[in-house]
């Protein structure tokens, strides 16, 4: 969720709002929160929870390894930085990189290269059963679905596999 910088706090043993109705979930995710305190007190060797209502301040990624009673020590810092570089063609949309590779692999085994139609590619789970199609092509739609099958190469494990379509 977005949420503006100035109603970020760190995290400290109260909870910085008012909860009602939510209570108990919260408090499940507090729990979960645990977990990953208890991991970064294992990588830094400390954590400390911070006053009620300590306003988060995106300059200091360590604030919360200072020891409170004695801030002007320093935080811990870590042994090594742990630099993690990601790769993301932002312009590139997901259901394009699977349609050509899914067209690739089509023709290296010989196949005709032919697109394969958005409804042969399985429906995701958060899909309703909702259609694009009315209905009226379903039997054309049928017997495309055959032929982009039967043009895609079949590769093995070793097994013999059935096709029960």
Not at 3 to 14: D, F
Not at 43 to 58: E, I, L
Not at 147 to 159: K, V
Request: net charge positive.
């Amino acid at each position: 969720a977005w949420v503006p910088i100035n109603n970020c706090y760190l995290m400290s043993k109260e909870i910085p709002f008012s909860v009602k109705k939510t209570k108990s979930i919260f408090n499940s995710a507090m729990q979960e929160m645990e977990v990953y305190v208890e991991n970064i007190r294992k990588k830094f060797g400390v954590f400390n929870y911070a006053p009620f209502r300590t306003p988060y301040t995106p300059d200091n990624q360590f604030q919360m390894l200072l020891d409170p009673a004695n801030p002007g020590a320093g935080s811990v810092k870590p042994e090594k930085h742990e630099k993690i570089k990601f790769s993301f063609d932002v312009t590139a949309s997901p259901k394009l990189l699977v349609g050509k590779s899914m067209v690739s692999s089509g023709s290296v085994g010989g196949g005709t290269g032919r697109r394969i139609s958005v409804t042969d590619m399985p429906r995701s789970p958060m899909s309703t059963n909702s259609s694009a199609h009315t209905g009226s092509d379903g039997e054309q739609e049928t017997g495309e679905k055959g032929h982009a099958r039967a043009a895609l190469p079949h590769y093995s494990t070793g097994e013999e596999s059935v096709d029960c379509t």
